[in-house]
């Protein structure tokens, strides 16, 4: 019997790393072995990835030397943060850099660093087209995460990075599903005029790297591009109107109403909202619907996703 290649899995009870988790414990004969790390290997969460099979290690992302004895012994590890616990660019950018240390030092085969783009690459902070937030950054959740590759790339580390899409899980706990407007009909709201915005299932992003890990080095030193649908708001009301029952508009605001709408985060979202339309030829350029398929055979559309969870979006 080979010895498994253990996959030392960040934020193993989030829905991306738990997404992997479940896919490489479900491929019995794919030759990995999860090894499920949360800072918490008491919760609930934690204790169903144990059951399914997963090796449930406490490790801090905030922790090197936790991080170090968690990745010993691994074949590779899928590095993500989670800015929304905290909304500091460099709290990730930190997270990023232990995870990395720790990769080194276990002298990991491959390693994927969930990431994003640094919009400062497009809008600089002289750029008044949107704000400069937190006095350094455009869209703080996404510059951090693209500040932070070259942390995996300088130390010569065998990686990939994974450009995720927006979330459609988004729909259901980020506040983002249809609310109902002042005329009792219900609306999805983004400043994306008619650009497409590419998104996926969050489970579907594991299955994606789990699909890259499979592949051995064929992505090491490549950066990945996934999405499970590129599509433009008229088009999401549309799917979701028919998987709900009802008539759900997309309401389109200047990304400045966006900003304005004060919910914690709103001002990032806005100009994260921003960048996607006033980019979106690179922006969605570099995810592909057909590359993320062929990682991972049983990808979600947006109408086979809300099939699934249609019954979970909170109808505001």
Known sequence: MTEKKIIAVAGATGAQGGGLVRAILSDAG???????????????????LAKLGAEVVAADVDDVESLKKAFEGAYGAYCLTFFWAHFS??????????MAQAAKHGGLQHVIWSTLEDTRKWVPLSDNRMPTLQGKYKV???DGKGEANHLFT?????????????????LIYFGMGPKKGPDGKLAIT???????????????IG?????????????IGKTVGIAGGILTGAQMAESLTRALG???????????????????????LGNMFQFKRDFEKDFCGARSVDVARALNPSLQSFDVWLARNKSRIPLG
């Open 30 to 48: 794919g030759g990995f072995a999860a090894r499920a790390l949360t800072r918490d290997a008491n919760s609930d969460k934690a204790k169903e």
């Open 89 to 98: 660019p460099e709290k990730e950018i930190a997270e990023a850099g232990a």
């Open 140 to 142: 703080p959740h996404f």
């Open 154 to 170: 300088d130390l010569g580390l065998p990686v990939t990075l994974l450009l995720t899409s927006f979330f459609w899980d988004n």
């Open 190 to 204: 983004f400043p994306m005029g008619d650009k497409k915005l590419p998104g996926i299932a969050a489970e579907d």
């Open 207 to 219: 299955r994606c790297a789990y699909g890259i890990f499979k592949k051995g080095k064929e992505h």
């Open 246 to 268: 009802q008539e759900v508009r997309y309401n389109d605001v200047p990304p400045d109403v966006y900003r304005g709408f004060g919910f914690p985060g709103a001002d990032d």
